[in-house]
């Protein structure tokens, strides 16, 4: 990491800190009481944004979600952004070009903070300054993190992978906590 990306790590971490947190209203969901998720996820490689489109299909399919918002946020310029990252209707993305000095994202992420979601799911390891802004940012009934990440102060329910956090193990926590049909 360059000394310019660790200043502006800084400088993004005191401002994430000195954020309000939105006003809203803490209720806890299962997959069955949900019907509107969010998701947020670092943009790694196709292989990725496949797993996490099946996903999102599982979700609705076997748990009768009836929304599931996706942003990802792709850590490159959009001159390079990679072919599969094309808009699509739940899926959108944000980019370099969308944050500002503070790694703030400041373009293409008002729609999804809008959505009045039930639960906001971090898939990101947790510490990426940008989707932690989000995070954040969001009024989502109930957030998802990972123990031992910066995103975890923000969540209202923890997710502890140990040392390894593969996706698919993280797709089956969640499964497995939020398959429980007495959360109302």
Request: no cysteine.
């Amino acid at each position: 990491m360059t000394v310019g990306k660790k200043i502006r790590e800084l400088a993004g971490r005191r401002a994430l800190r000195s954020e309000a947190h939105p006003v809203r209203n803490r209720r806890g969901f299962s997959f069955t009481t949900a019907g509107t998720i969010g998701l947020l996820y670092k943009d790694v490689d196709e292989e990725l944004f496949k797993k996490i489109r099946q996903y999102t299909r599982q979700l609705k399919e076997q748990f009768g979600i009836k929304y599931v918002y996706v942003m990802g946020f792709v850590d490159e310029t959009d001159k390079r952004l990679p072919v599969y990252q094309s808009r699509k209707l739940e899926f959108d993305f944000f980019s370099q070009s969308d944050i500002n000095w503070h790694m703030k994202p400041v373009r293409r992420v008002a729609g999804f903070l809008k959505h009045e979601l039930d639960i906001l799911i971090d898939l990101s390891s947790g510490n990426e300054l940008p989707i932690n802004f989000l995070m954040k940012a969001s009024p989502a009934s109930m957030k998802i993190g990972l123990k031992g990440s910066r995103s975890e102060k923000y969540a209202d329910l923890v997710i502890d992978l140990g040392a390894t956090p593969a996706t698919e193990r993280y797709f089956e926590q969640l499964n497995t906590y939020l398959s429980n049909n007495r959360i109302r």
